[in-house]
């Protein structure tokens, strides 16, 4: 079951799709480690709407780093 170039997912759909938590791939968007795309304006309410291709590219980032606790220097 692939993604089509048109079909647009939420952030909770794209987490899922990624496998991890929609709070994990919001904690990535925040600290800019995943290019995410822009935010818009659907009715009264901002979402980004995922492609495949931004899919792709945030599975690569993900794929280099370790679940857990990061430690501070």
């Known amino acids: ?3 089509c170039m048109k079909e ?3 952030t909770r759909e794209a987490a899922e799709k990624l496998g ?3 709070l994990t791939l ?3 968007v925040t600290a800019k480690t995943v290019d995410a795309p822009p935010l ?3 009715g009264g309410i901002k979402v980004r709407l995922w492609t495949a291709r ?3 590219k945030a599975r690569k980032v993900l794929a280099g780093t370790r679940p857990g606790r990061k430690k501070k220097a």
């Open 20 to 22: 991890v938590t929609i």
């Open 54 to 56: 931004d899919i792709a």
């Open 26 to 28: 919001q904690r990535h």
């Open 40 to 42: 818009q304006q659907i």
């Open 1 to 3: 079951m692939g993604l």
């Open 8 to 10: 647009r997912l939420s």
